[in-house]
Antibody
Framework: EVQLVESGGALVQPGRSLRLSCAASGFIFDDYAMHWVRQGPGKGLEWVSGISWNSGSIGYADSVKGRFTISRDNAKNSLYLQLSSLRPEDTALYYC??????????????WGQGTLVTVSS | QSALTQPASVSGSPGQSITISCTGTSSDIGSYNLVSWYQQHPGKAPKLKIYEDSKRPSGLSNRFSGSKSGNTASLTISGLQAEDEADYYCCSYAGSSTSLFGGGTKLTVL
């Protein structure tokens, strides 16, 4: 059974940084692309970033480009998201999602339960 | 990157069929056979219902079907059931390893 467990969410002040992690199990991690998707309070889903199986292809939403960095460690079956220069509008539940393909192609077939990031002074 | 356009809400009675539309552009929906649909119940993680425009994950109900014409994709749910009441989101690959979601549609089963 595929399991994705996010961690690292916290209450942080605007301008500060945070690192989210996603521990994956139940599948061959380095065979699939991975993504971060967020959902603000009472809002819809927003794709944040995706990374291919070998980190060779990476994409970001315009809203986070230059501030967030996605990475993965296939030896540790883990996905990461480094959040910098945080803004109040980054407040959201951040989901880790598995793609069904090796390249990030927006087919999210498994999701974690999310980790909450709150940006406030 | 602009979000895909979905109706804010749709409704239907048990047993009826409903269709949710998702409109994008020639740079996303119109360029790739990579539209997917997700169902989200309150407080829960989203669940994949349709991928690659019209394919169903194995084991999922055939009451859910997807289609696409030009820059618009559609999700049809037939034989509506109370448990189908949820939020539905479309998503499309948009090139250069990026993706776009729609704003979401709230389905009410009357």
């Amino acid at each position: 059974e595929v399991q994705l467990v996010e961690s690292g969410g916290a209450l942080v002040q605007p301008g500060r940084s945070l690192r989210l992690s996603c521990a994956a199990s139940g599948f061959i991690f380095d065979d699939y692309a991975m993504h971060w998707v967020r959902q603000g309070p009472g809002k819809g889903l927003e794709w944040v970033s995706g990374i291919s199986w070998n980190s060779g292809s990476i994409g970001y939403a315009d809203s986070v480009k230059g501030r967030f960095t996605i990475s993965r460690d296939n030896a540790k079956n883990s996905l990461y998201l480094q959040l910098s220069s945080l803004r109040p509008e980054d407040t959201a539940l951040y989901y880790c999602a598995k793609d069904s393909l090796m390249e990030p192609r927006a087919v999210f077939d498994s999701w974690g339960q999310g980790t909450l990031v709150t940006v406030s002074s | 990157q602009s979000a895909l356009t979905q109706p804010a809400s749709v409704s239907g009675s048990p047993g009826q069929s409903i269709t949710i539309s998702c409109t994008g552009t020639s740079s996303d929906i119109g360029s790739y056979n990579l539209v997917s649909w997700y169902q989200q119940h309150p407080g829960k993680a989203p669940k994949l219902k349709i991928y690659e425009d019209s394919k169903r994950p194995s084991g999922l109900s055939n009451r859910f079907s997807g289609s696409k014409s030009g820059n618009t994709a559609s999700l049809t749910i037939s034989g509506l059931q109370a448990e189908d009441e949820a939020d539905y989101y479309c998503c499309s690959y948009a090139g250069s390893s990026t993706s776009l979601f729609g704003g979401g549609t709230k389905l009410t089963v009357l």
